[in-house]
């Protein structure tokens, strides 16, 4: 059984969730780019299909990808913090669960030796990845976000919920996002390293 059958078989936590264990990821040891979110809403629950929302349509535009390219597994690799949808919360979904990095994310890690990129999308995977090198909220970070290029780029979450980020901070959009869409189309071009 290859590790991401494996991962995909997990039911580590089908008692603690509200629905039955569906770990929504993909990867390849081929792939060059690694997209670390946070976990599946209920409609990529309930399709099987990573970032398949309103979501994952405003990220393959800050990527300026296509979704055959996004679905791609020799160029991106879809691992978020918690694979199963974690349920519904006060004002959203709950955080991801954190057994699911604790128990898959450094063997994941380990295969995907072809990596060159890494998008970490939200304060899970910043935190995760980052550790004490990130800053004091969200905002900073990305705000900082030449401190963690070329390996890492910090990204908030592109739900529609944080249109009012969006608003408040034109500047991602206007100076981070054609970087990231010239980084990405480099590294899908090119057979180099990316820098």
């Known amino acids: 059984?290859?590790?991401?059958?494996?991962?995909?078989?997990?039911?580590?936590?089908?008692?603690?969730?509200?629905?039955?264990?569906?770990?929504?990821?993909?990867?390849?040891?081929?792939?060059?780019?690694?997209?670390?979110?946070?976990?599946?809403?209920?409609?990529?629950?309930?399709?099987?299909?990573?970032?398949?929302?309103?979501?994952?349509?405003?990220?393959?535009?800050?990527?300026?990808?296509?979704?055959?390219?996004?679905?791609?597994?020799?160029?991106?690799?879809?691992?978020?913090?918690?694979?199963?949808?974690?349920?519904?919360?006060?004002?959203?979904?709950?955080?991801?669960?954190?057994?699911?990095?604790?128990?898959?994310?450094?063997?994941?890690?380990?295969?995907?030796?072809?990596?060159?990129l890494t998008l970490l999308i939200g304060q899970y995977a910043q935190q995760y990845f980052l550790h004490d090198k990130r800053k004091k909220t969200l905002t900073d970070t990305v705000k900082n976000w030449e401190e963690y290029w070329p390996k890492y780029v910090v990204l908030p979450h592109p739900s529609p919920r944080n249109n009012i980020w969006l608003k408040k901070n034109p500047w991602f959009e206007d100076m981070v996002i054609p970087k990231i869409k010239n980084k990405i189309k480099t590294l899908q071009t090119s057979n180099q390293p990316i820098s």
């Open 1 to 116: 059984m290859s590790l991401l059958d494996e991962v995909k078989s997990c039911q580590h936590c089908v008692s603690s969730l509200p629905l039955p264990p569906r770990p929504v990821l993909n990867f390849s040891t081929a792939s060059k780019v690694l997209v670390v979110g946070q976990a599946p809403g209920i409609i990529v629950h309930n399709t099987g299909i990573p970032w398949n929302d309103k979501s994952g349509e405003r990220l393959r535009d800050w990527l300026g990808v296509s979704p055959e390219e996004f679905y791609d597994v020799k160029k991106f690799a879809i691992v978020p913090m918690g694979f199963c949808y974690p349920g519904k919360g006060k004002s959203g979904d709950l955080p991801p669960r954190k057994e699911c990095s604790q128990l898959w994310m450094k063997r994941i890690l380990n295969k995907l030796e072809k990596v060159q």
